[in-house]
Every structure is written in C-alpha cells, then in structure tokens.
C-alpha cells in the first residue's frame, strides 16, 4: 500500500524507518519531512494542517493510509475530514478524531475525563479570567510546588511547576490576563505537584481494544543532571528498569483500561496512539497527561525495541483485529540521545553544515534518526532546535549510551551540544 506519513520530526523519521521494513509499505511519501526521512521516501512540501493539499497529495499518489506525527492537524480535526470526504472515506486514518484528541488538546477536558473514569491523577482546580481573583486567593492557599497548566496547545511550554507562591501568581497572570500562549491560556489548570519518577507508556488502540507497543523515561532539562531549561527532550531510555511486570499491570488496570474503556463509553471515535504520561509515586502510577500521539524523541526508542510490524498494527487497527495482534520486543537496553543548535531551547541559527553523519553507518546496533535538518546545494544541514537523535542498542543501559555519545562524537556542526548523561540514575 501507499503510505503518507504527516510531521518532520526524528519521530517521523523513526516511525518512516519502521514502516519502510513492512512488506505492506510499497511505497512512503513524508509531508513536509526532513534529509532523514528522504532516504526513505519521497518528502511532499505540503504544510500539515492544510487539509485540502494533503487530500489533493492523497489523491495524486493514490493513498491508502494516512499516519499523522504531530498533535496540532490531529486536535483541528483531520481525522473528521477524511471521514467525510466521499473520496477519502477509504483511506486508513492512523489518528483519533477532534473529540478524542481533547485528551491532549485541552488539559481541563482531560483532567475532568479522568475523575469520570477513575483514572489516578493529582487534584486541581481550574480558571478562566471570569474567576481570576478566586484563581489567585486558590494559589495563595496551596501548598507548594504548585504546578500550572494551559488548557490547551503551547508548543510544550504552557506547563510550569511555580515553587513560590509569587511565582505562581506572576504565572497565572502571564497566562490568563496577559494571554501568554493566546487561547491555549484563557484556561489554566491549577494541580497538585506529585513526586516521582516521570515515565511514559504508548499504547495502540482502536478505540475499543488496544496494545502496549512500549514504554520509555524522556529527559527534558537542558542541562546534566536534569538541570536548566525545559525542552522537547534531550534524550531517551528504554525499557525503564523499573518499569516491572508488576508495575505495567498496575499501570494497565488502574489507568489504560479505564481509559480506554472511557472513550467507548463516551462514544469518543479513536483509531490511534495514546501518550501515557506518569509519575511513578512510590511504585504507585498517576497520570500527569495525555497526548494523542508518539512522543518525541521516545518515539526513537520506541520503535527500535518493537518487533512486530507497524504497518501491519495500523491494518488490525482498522479492521478490528488488534486484540490479536501479537506484540514482540528487542529486550536489550535502548538510549537516544539527542543533539541540539547552539542556544537552543533560546534562539539558535539555521542552516548550520552537519558533518559525519556516515559514522553512525557502520555500526548495527545504532540509527542517526533526524529531527531539525533539510537538504541543501552542500549536503545535510540545520534546520532546528533539536537537530538529530542517535539511538544504540547496549546489553545494559550505560553501555547503549555509551555507543550513542561515541557516534555523536564523530558527528558535529558548528554549537552542537547534547546531555552526556542521559540515563545516569541508571549507571
């Protein structure tokens, strides 16, 4: 079949590299892509939320399946669209529609939809500018951290743990009065800080069954020793040592389950990944959010482990055969680590040389998946904040960082920087 996959992301880049070794792929178009995913397909210079041009691109290369990356064509609804367009209709739509995709698009919908289902999250309250002055005497009452949320989509910025009370009230302000992040922070959801171990499973579901596909711990801060800035991701592990079979059933019966089961029970149409964030509370799961799509960069740890086929995931999806798929995993130890510009999560510059990038090649074990990088009349450049993602196998968790951090040390550009500790608590 004829796939086209939306995003340019080393998510997409990992996720165009698991579905070229289905034999079901005969052939992949990437819209808009990056210089990763042209080696595996043809890139399409579409943009991701012009429906029209991606349905005009569907019908041109005669689509018959259509993946979506990124959370924001998937919260506006491109799932609605090709179900009611005549001549979509038969096209295989790997995504939720608009109103399952709440479950990232809009924080206070999520929260409330989990206290319908009992799925274990941390308490909170909600405001809008109509009851700003109750938000403000709320914050002042609560005990600290305190962790505050915009509604709906920012980029992955519109969450920040205040740990003064004059912090958060400055918060609060910028995003309610001063519209921080536009709508996405007319509502701010206010909750209870929870300590633990942040993790994030990934599951496929056909809005009736699903399966487990992987789990992996994302490192966020920019600096060593999770310090710094937050970003998109620095880096990966997989599988999460303490990640148990005892742990994963508790995991899936107190949280994926009621989930699941909550989308059929609210008639809520979902044909696609769910983004299970965590914290492990002393061995006890919370869910701290949805999102209504693979994670970046856990996505390129993700796949790598997954054995069984993508494509042929995708198919059982839509077809209702899903609970009989049979899931397989790499059980060796996973790590990315991502290399980012100079400046970033700041300002950063564009359009920098990448050199070395055929050193990642002679080694089996590990993959250079890109994130921010195009095509130029001199080779491969910079096109990002977050530029390329190396992943390594290991037999143990330094050992797989270890092989990632020697290949990164042969691939340079001018700023480049990343985490040489991705992993560490589990050295």
């Not at 769910?274 to 492990?280: A, D, E, K």
């Not at 995993?329 to 290399?339: G, H, K």
């Amino acid at each position: 079949m004829n796939i086209l996959l939306l995003g340019s992301g080393g998510r997409e880049h990992a996720l165009a590299w698991k579905m070229t070794q289905s034999h079901h792929c005969d052939q992949l178009f990437i819209a808009p892509g990056n210089a990763g995913t042209a080696t595996l397909g043809t890139n399409l210079p579409l943009s991701i939320t012009d429906f029209d041009a991606v349905k005009e691109a569907c019908l041109q290369h005669r689509i018959d399946m259509l993946v979506v990356g990124p959370e924001e064509p998937l919260v506006k609804g491109i799932y609605d669209y090709f179900t009611a367009d005549e001549s979509l209709r038969h096209i295989t739509v790997v995504a939720p529609s608009a109103a399952g995709a709440q479950l990232e698009g809009s924080k206070a919908f999520s929260k409330k939809f989990m206290q319908r289902h009992n799925v274990p999250t941390a308490a909170y309250a909600e405001f809008t500018q109509e009851n700003f002055e109750e938000g403000k005497q709320y914050i002042a009452q609560h005990t600290l951290p305190v962790v505050l949320k915009a509604d709906g989509l920012a980029a992955g910025k519109g969450v920040v743990i205040a740990t003064t009370h004059e912090e958060a009230q400055q918060v609060f302000e910028e995003m309610i009065i001063n519209r921080q992040f536009g709508d996405a922070s007319s509502k701010v959801v206010i909750e209870e800080f929870l300590e633990g171990i942040e993790v994030s499973v990934f599951v496929l579901t056909d809005g009736d069954s699903y399966q487990v596909i992987g789990h992996a711990k994302d490192y966020k801060r920019i600096g060593e020793g999770d310090t710094g800035l937050n970003t998109g991701g620095m880096g990966c592990v997989s599988p999460v040592p303490f990640m148990d079979d005892a742990f994963m059933h508790t995991v899936e019966e107190s949280i994926i389950k009621p989930t699941v089961a909550g989308l059929k029970k609210e008639g809520l149409v979902y044909h696609g990944f769910i983004f299970f964030g965590l914290m492990n509370v002393k061995g006890t799961p919370y869910v701290i959010e949805y999102n209504c799509r693979m994670g970046d960069p856990e996505t390129e740890v993700v796949m790598p482990r997954l054995q069984t086929d993508l494509v042929a995931l995708f198919a059982a999806m839509d077809n209702g055969t899903l609970i009989d798929a049979n899931i397989a995993f790499d059980e060796r130890s996973c790590c990315t680590v991502m290399a980012v510009s100079g400046g970033y999560p700041g300002a950063y510059r564009k359009n920098i040389p990448i050199s070395g990038l055929e050193n990642a090649a002679d080694n089996k074990n590990s993959f250079v998946f890109h994130a921010g990088t195009t095509e130029s009349g001199s080779g491969v450049v910079t096109n990002g904040g977050r530029v390329l993602a190396v992943t390594s196998f290991g037999n143990t968790i330094p050992e797989a960082v270890g092989i990632s951090r020697g290949i990164l040390d042969r691939i340079s550009f001018e700023g480049m920087y990343f985490r040489k500790d991705i992993g560490y608590e589990f050295a």
